[in-house]
């Protein structure tokens, strides 16, 4: 009798491994094996929606039908269910794509994520990739950075630049060599968003770099990513060698009759390497210590030659683009914040995960009625949004709009689009002097604002928290901020005083002083 044959589609995804995925993987092929099945597991990225990892999927009648969260001891049960669909199982979610989690989501980056073989070119073309690519293969570079202009879109790294500027910067310079480097240090606490697309949807962001380096006048990639990312490693590597093989990379790349090379380069695990110039430092070989600007990467980047630096997320949001046009995009989001963020929920958190989603959804939907509120079940405290470096935003303000400069007016910003849920129980004092420690560990050490000013942060903290001098520490406290902030020579320093300044602004009673003594803006 012949073996039923059954495929399934399972992550490979660095969280789902973290959660046993392997191991699952293993017990099912083990368990297919006694029963006679002939099973076919596809690795793929995630759904992100991680409290269900890990999650095995199955296509029945067009949809894919979920089990999870699962461990090693479920897979014979999991085998039954999958050879009889008419079999109840305690772990069957249904169409995953009907979870209401998922089906709140508008996805434009994530939408193959956690559907395709990440290493399969013919999946990816099959799902719709590459479109941008062909099409941008055939137009004027011009064209191209036209197109990126029209959609709005803005660099998703942080500082939410129009992408569109450097482009048109770099490819107006004359050079005998320029360069496209992918920004794929993800160095911000509770940020994953560019780890789950690079390890489940590889091609989108060799497609995206392809399409930049075609339009800036580009030959040569690299991808610098964080050495704390090995399975993004070796998803990268290989789909580079099949994009290769698939005519997307080298001399006639994506048809376009011109070269494009891209390569991975392995960060050495710095915060500071996030920073565009420290970045293009480390690339070179150099300690990362960041570069005065002017110049900027775009006119003197790397190895002297101009260079267009981007996230890993903006890259992704370029095929898209590319494909369905400037002005689709365009109508996702609100006032100048276009399109759509991959939003990723942290911390204490019910239903962590990433969350993909028009601009203009305010934080309380993000955290507590798609995030589920805590895990606990205790009340939020503050959320603090976009990083290390973001602000704490409390209770009160969590009704504000997710955009770039609704963000600003309010002290915060929306970074990478991390959020990291704090409960009732968190010291925000606490959290103040992290924000210092952190950047004392973390300084290139090249500025005198940061590099000492990060230390004294630290101890003006635990000044304040013994009730020394309070009201005289907290102010000076506040010149230390706006000294750090005027006098930092990058971001680092620079946005440091942001979280600082938050939880004072917002919870002075941690510090042990009366909101009126808080000047904090
Ligand atoms: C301390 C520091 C760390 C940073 N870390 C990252 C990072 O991990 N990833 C990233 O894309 N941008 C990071 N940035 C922002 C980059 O300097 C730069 O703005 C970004 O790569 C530009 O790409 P984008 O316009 O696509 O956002 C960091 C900036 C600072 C000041
Ligand atoms: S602000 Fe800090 S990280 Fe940035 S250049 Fe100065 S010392 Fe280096």
């Not at 169409?95 to 994520?113: H, M, N, S």
Request: hydrophobic share 40%.
């Amino acid at each position: 009798m012949m073996a039923t044959a059954i495929k399934v589609f399972f992550p490979l995804d660095s969280v789902a491994v973290a959660l046993g995925a392997d191991d699952v993987a293993e017990a099912l092929s083990d368990a297919a094996s006694k029963k006679g099945c002939n099973l076919t597991i596809v690795r793929t990225g995630s759904r992100g929606m991680h409290w269900l990892e890990p999650m095995l999927e199955v296509e029945r009648d067009g949809a894919r039908i979920g089990f999870g969260p699962l461990s090693p001891e479920d897979a014979p049960g999991i085998i039954d269910a999958l050879l009889d669909p008419s079999v109840k199982h305690a772990k069957n979610l249904g169409p995953v794509e009907e979870i209401p989690y998922f089906r709140e989501q508008t996805r434009l980056t994530f939408a193959r994520c956690g559907v395709i073989d990440p290493l399969s070119a013919p999946d990816y073309v099959a799902h719709g990739g590459l479109k941008g690519l062909a099409k941008a293969a055939q137009m004027s570079g011009a064209d191209v950075i036209a197109a990126i202009k029209t959609s709005g879109l803005r660099g998703r790294g942080g500082a939410g630049f129009p992408t569109f500027i450097k482009w048109d910067t770099v490819s107006r310079e004359t050079a005998d060599q320029k360069y496209v480097v992918c920004n794929a240090d993800e160095g911000d606490s509770g940020t994953f968003a560019d780890r789950m697309i690079m390890e489940g949807d590889p091609f989108l962001l060799i497609e995206g770099m392809a399409i930049a380096g075609l339009a800036v006048g580009a030959n040569q990639g690299f991808i610098y990513l964080r050495s704390e990312y090995p399975v993004a490693r070796r998803v990268l590597e290989r789909a580079i060698d099949n994009a290769y093989a698939a005519g997307v990379l080298g001399g006639n790349a994506g048809g376009s009759g011109r070269r494009f090379d891209l390569e991975v380069f392995v960060g050495a695990g710095a915060y500071i390497c996030g920073e565009e110039t420290s970045l293009l430092n480390s690339l070179e070989g150099k300690r990362g210590e960041v570069r005065a600007k002017p110049p900027l990467p775009a006119i003197h980047g790397l190895f002297g030659k101009p260079t267009l630096i981007q996230n890993v997320l903006t890259f992704c949001a370029v095929p898209t683009i590319l494909d369905k046009g400037g002005e689709f995009y365009r109508d996702f989001g609100m006032g100048r914040s276009t399109g759509t963020m991959p939003f990723q929920l942290a911390g204490d958190i019910k239903y962590g995960g990433l969350f993909e989603t028009a601009f203009g959804v305010t934080v309380r939907k993000l955290v507590e009625e798609f995030g589920g509120g805590t895990r606990s079940g205790a009340p939020i405290r503050a959320v603090q949004i976009g990083g290390p470096l973001g602000a704490y935003l409390p209770q009160s303000l969590l009704d504000l709009p997710m955009d770039y400069e609704t963000m600003l007016a309010n002290g915060a910003g929306v970074g990478h689009g991390g959020l990291v849920v704090f409960d009732d129980t968190t010291d925000l004092l606490e959290q103040a002097r992290y924000a210092f420690e952190f950047c004392a560990e973390e300084s290139c050490g090249k500025c005198t604002p940061c590099r000492i000013g990060a230390v004294r942060g630290v101890e003006l903290v635990d000044r304040i928290r013994e009730g020394v001098d309070r009201e005289k520490n907290v102010t000076v406290l506040e010149d230390l901020c706006e000294l750090m902030i005027d006098g930092s020579l990058c971001a680092m320093g620079g946005m440091t005083p942001i979280p600082v300044r938050s939880a004072l602004k917002h919870f002075p009673e941690d510090f042990g002083v009366k909101p009126a003594a808080s000047a904090a803006k």
